[in-house]
């Protein structure tokens, strides 16, 4: 079985403050866009077998493998699972990869194996791997609460092209949010879409915040000069994803996008990547509608 592990983008996220578990309250908008790892699953006879060159961790640390073993605990499974994964999405870059490639082995062994798992199944499974997780299982634009685990609302947004620039570098999520001086929260009413004002078809690039970008300015200023570039190749709106490395520029279209990446400055050992969203279903192949440009 092959699956298509989708990256995601934050175009909204704010810090509400530190819970007393030591883990950050937020409210964020995230959108599945089109870059894959690539995940290929075939069912073996015992334990599990893990292929991840450029995971850049030990088996037992990959997220894919967590899932894989919590996946067979939980279900009670007398099989194994041989885990193929290609990476294409960089870790330590705030676009979700590893999350993408755990939420995405639920899903295949629950198909592969028929364990007839649902979705709130699924998701709590994925919840208790990371953060991140329980976003992938959804695979559309929706808004989330907690520690980014909670569904609130899913998300109609209009259509856009983003360019993702991956800078060659790392961020350290908890690096970012050592950073960030946030009152500790101890209760709080339940969020709604009113709070971001996120309307049905609405523009993303008027939705665009993150409060983990000044601290991570202070870290790695590369990423504010990215947001310079982006914005002086005539992006509508710019942002960086997740605590980062990777920013994102929004465009109009496809002629728009394609103005942009001829007028942006290139810097060796960066990657650029036109996606467009990705609006729910299987993801399958999808590859979305394709931008030429560096790789």
Known sequence: MKISAPAKINIYLKVLGKRVDGYHELLTLM??????????????????????????????????FR??????????????????????IPAGAGLGGG????????????????TGLSTEELMDL?????????????????????????????????KRFYLIVIPPLEISTPLVYSHLKCPLTRGHKPFTMS??????????????????EIPAFG???????????????????VLMSGSGSSVF?????????CNGMSRIRRHE???????????????????GKGVSGQR
Request: glycine residues 12%; hydrophobic residues 40%.
């Open 67 to 88: 899932a894989a073993a919590l996946f067979l605990e939980e279900t009670g499974l007398p099989r194994g699972i041989s885990i193929r994964i290609s990476k294409q």
């Open 269 to 287: 050992g960066y990657r650029y990547i036109p996606t467009t969203s990705l609006t729910g279903g299987s993801y399958g192949n999808y590859r």
């Open 126 to 158: 994925a919840g208790k791997i990371g953060s991140d997780c329980p976003f992938f299982i959804l695979k559309e634009p929706f808004l989330m609460g907690g520690r980014g685990e909670v569904p609130i609302e899913k998300v109609s947004l209009e």
């Open 99 to 114: 999350s993408s490639d755990a939420a995405s082995v639920l899903m295949g062994m629950n198909d592969l194996f028929q």
């Open 195 to 212: 709070d971001i004002s996120v309307k049905k078809g609405n523009a993303p690039e008027q939705l665009l915040v993150n409060d983990l």
């Open 249 to 257: 520029g929004v465009f109009k279209d496809e002629e728009h996008i």
């Open 31 to 64: 959108v599945p866009v089109s870059l894959f790892d690539e995940i290929e699953l075939s069912p073996s006879g015992d334990g599990i077998l893990l292929w991840a060159p450029g995971c850049k961790c030990a088996d037992e640390k990959n997220l894919a």
């Open 219 to 237: 870290i790695c200023p590369e990423v504010k000069y990215i947001k310079a570039e982006l914005l002086d190749a005539g992006a509508l709106g």
